[in-house]
């Protein structure tokens, strides 16, 4: 099951371990059981303080596996294989539940700590999944920290009768108590403070509390950890406020243009960006957004920035780096069927889509991409573009027109998402040449349209475009003296990682220069 490599690093990583740990694996005569035998019985042989103990008897699923301690009976469990992008999470599992401390805030552990009632967890993922290991992780943790937790993090491609009953077409997907719990990537921080109902009031009067900044940046992905890293190493007050450290970069798989790093992912970016400002003085904010900007009266002034959960951050400056988020259809039934067959992510959910019909909407790199991906796994897929023409490199169209299971439509208005009411069965289009109306039978909808700039939270304040970017000049000022804006969610040109992340640096250069030419007046 794991090469030498993989033993060589895993048994690396198990002499961390400080405590036993017991892995009870619940199996049956199936292949798949015995795949897993195979993985358990391999991990065991690395550490004397792993053990591997079989119990059939168990009411639980095969084939599936605990993790825990000896004479414990929780911890997290895994349904079904745990490698691919999974494995990572296995390798965590077993360094906590040996005794090894978890990086997560201490503030946060405690909470979790605290949790008072029964959380039964269940977590569907794909092993091409690269949004799933956080959530995987985070309810691991969880069912570590506190008895009353317990957590299944299930292969959806071993139970594929589960994602039928329970009509899973987005992963990760989160069952609670039996009940729909959430879908996408979460942190450890927002599933706490989304069971533990007064930790917003209780976070949003702390940080009212809080000094007042000399910047605070709005917005922790490339742009603003570039910020935060250039104003700390100024010495100067840093604040860095975000609803998800990395951003859009964590929706992406391969980064191959990122200069001095050859190829990545964009998870591995995130952590790398996070470690780097950690480095740091930078006052880190966590699963906070931005609700309200009120600029200061005059220059010298305190800038204030209200948040969702109605705390009040006061800075001398401010940088805007919120970045963009997926663009929509808007076109009747695509919120309706969102997560039911509607779906932003070729890579994360398209294996729950195997052996179906499936479109992608958009015609530019992403569009494309995603339907060579899918072609792969898929039955068919129709690409469909409103343009008339593809957008995508040239290397792509030659690509994508190779494919035998892929159908181009160009001149394609989608007007419409169909389903039955719990889930998507098709859409219907327009050929915009010849106005007539077209139908097409799928069952998942795959929205590859390019973005959208975060910044509906700022109406009436910095002045932006008529698709809401934020006007800038060469400085990244906005028309709002003290407030600077960098990225996605700008006017600057070219979307890319890299050119966020220059121009987090010069918002963050501009905010200094600006600081040290006005003088404070409260």
């Known amino acids: 099951m794991l090469d030498n490599t993989m033993k060589t690093q895993l048994k690396a990583y198990l002499e961390r371990l400080t405590k036993p740990v017991e892995l009870i694996a619940t199996l049956d005569d199936s292949a798949r059981s015995s795949d897993i035998r195979e993985l358990l019985a391999e991990i065991v042989e690395l550490s004397d303080k ?31 294989s745990p490698l691919g992008h999974e494995f990572t999470s296995l390798v965590l599992a077993l360094l906590q539940v040996g ?17 008072d009632g029964e959380y039964h967890f269940e977590t569907y993922y794909s092993l091409t999944c690269h949004n799933c290991p956080d959530v995987v992780q985070a309810l691991n943790l969880m069912a570590i920290l ?69 910047v605070l940046i ?33 929706d992406t798989v391969d980064i191959e243009n990122y200069i ?29 957004s931005a609700a309200r900007l009120i600029p200061a009266a005059k220059a010298g002034q305190m800038h204030q920035i209200e948040t969702a959960s109605g705390a009040r951050l006061k800075a001398r400056s401010i940088i805007i780096a919120t970045g963009a988020r997926w663009r929509n259809m808007n ?63 040239s290397v792509l169209q030659a690509k994508v027109r190779s494919l035998n299971n892929v159908d181009i439509v160009l001149n ?14 098709g859409l219907q289009y327009k050929d915009r040449l010849t106005d007539a109306v077209q139908e097409l039978t799928l069952a998942g909808v795959f929205v590859q349209i390019g973005l959208l700039p ?30 600077f804006a960098a990225g996605d969610c700008t006017t600057v040109p070219y979307k890319q990682i890299i050119i966020a992340s220059g121009e987090g640096a010069k918002a963050s250069l501009s905010a200094f220069d600006y600081l040290i030419r006005t003088t404070p007046t409260e």
């Open 454 to 483: 975060n910044t509906q939270w700022l109406e009436g304040t910095v002045e932006r475009n008529r698709i809401g970017e934020i006007l800038i000049d060469a400085k990244c000022e906005t028309t709002v003296k003290g407030v």
């Open 99 to 115: 005794g090894h401390p978890s990086k997560e805030a201490q503030s946060v552990l405690d909470q979790v700590r605290q949790l």
């Open 50 to 80: 792993v053990t591997l103990i079989e119990n059939t008897l168990l009411p639980v699923r095969k084939p599936s596996f605990l993790v825990t301690n000896p004479g414990r009976e929780v911890g997290p469990r895994f349904a079904g």
């Open 412 to 425: 394609a208005q989608t007007t419409e998402v169909r389903g039955d009411g719990t889930k998507l069965t």
């Open 218 to 250: 709005i917005g922790s992905g490339p742009a603003g950890a570039a910020a935060a890293i250039y104003s700390a190493r100024k010495g100067i007050r840093t604040g860095l406020m975000g609803e998800r450290f990395g951003g859009q970069v964590l």
């Open 260 to 288: 001095s790093v050859p190829k990545t992912e964009g998870a591995r970016l995130a952590n790398s960006l996070k470690a780097h400002v950690d480095e740091y003085d930078v006052d880190v904010i966590d699963v906070q």
């Open 146 to 214: 506190n008895p009353r937790i317990s957590h299944t993090a299930i292969d959806g491609g071993v139970f594929q009768n589960e994602i039928q009953e329970r009509n899973i077409m987005g992963v990760p997907a989160v069952f609670l108590n039996g009940k729909e719990f959430g879908q996408g990537r979460m942190t450890l921080s927002e599933i706490v403070n989304k069971i533990d109902t007064g930790a917003e009031k209780r976070a949003a009067s702390e940080l009212s509390a809080r000094t007042s900044y000399d």
């Open 331 to 393: 076109v009747p039934g695509e919120e309706l069927y969102r997560t039911r067959g509607v779906t932003y992510c070729p890579h994360c959910d398209g294996p729950l889509f195997k052996g179906k019909r499936v479109a992608v909407i958009g015609g530019g790199n992403s569009g494309v991409e995603a339907a060579i991906d899918l072609a792969g796994i898929v039955e068919h897929v129709t690409l469909l573009e409103f343009a008339p023409e593809l957008k995508a490199d």
